[in-house]
């Protein structure tokens, strides 16, 4: 058995040292609690070992979720989408614990460097054999609904079939705003054909427009009121 020089043997423990260096991974995410923002996540690359054998790496609890967003600004994602989803796991250079506890400037009382239970998952990651991205527009979906950006600054949202619109504030929504408009129009097209005013020949009606038309009006406006109620939702 030949005696490892003093270069191998140092080439070794530094081999064996970075190998146990964790610095990124992709990981599922299994479970997930929005009221902390944190998640159980099974990274999905195995170890293979020098002996052959592989190492199956557990689930990781208590993860940090890390969402796009800043102070008041962000952007979230239901607890359905997040469970069973992709994310990227970041192994921090040093223990988290105080930082996730108290926020702000710490210093870990830990002195572990880049460990597995340091780990914050960024979700988003995605496979090459996934639905590919838009090529020209910023889109935003949930499920069948999107909004959609164009190139040449459009805007365009869809609503998924038999799902609710609202624009607005708590106080003022803009559909039930329109709603409220078309119900004033049949309003004052039945104070038009119940309006008559005295003649010579006795009372005619004040209206030019003749109450056949009138009524056609009306009946329109009652259609798309009907049709506005279908999708008008609360915000």
Do not use: W
């Amino acid at each position: 058995m030949t005696t490892p020089s003093f270069r191998d043997t140092i080439r070794q423990l530094i081999e064996e040292r970075v190998a146990e260096l964790r610095v990124s991974l992709p990981a599922k995410i299994v479970a997930y609690d929005p009221s902390k923002r944190r998640a159980n996540v099974k990274p999905l690359i195995n170890r293979k070992l020098r002996n052959g054998t592989t190492l199956i790496l557990p689930v990781i609890v208590g993860v940090p979720v890390i969402f796009p967003g800043m102070q008041d600004a962000e952007l979230t994602f239901p607890a359905s989408q997040v469970i069973g989803g992709i994310c990227t796991l970041q192994f921090a250079d040093r223990s988290l614990d105080e930082f996730l506890l108290k926020g702000g400037e710490v210093t870990p009382e830990s002195a572990r460097k880049h460990h597995i239970n340091d780990a914050q998952a960024i979700i988003g990651l995605r496979t090459f054999v996934d639905a590919p991205a838009d090529p020209d527009d910023v889109v935003l979906r949930f499920r069948d609904s999107e909004v959609r950006i164009r190139d040449n600054g459009d805007v365009v949202g869809k609503a998924a079939s038999g799902s609710k619109v609202a624009f607005g504030t708590p106080d003022q929504e803009v559909l039930d705003l329109l709603s409220q408009t078309m119900g004033r129009l049949t309003d004052l097209v039945d104070a038009l054909l119940s309006a008559v005013t005295a003649t010579a020949l006795g009372a005619q009606p004040l209206s030019i427009v003749p109450s056949g038309e009138l009524a056609t009006i009306k009946g329109n406006i009652e259609i798309l009121s009907a049709d506005l109620d279908t999708i008008k939702g609360t915000v």
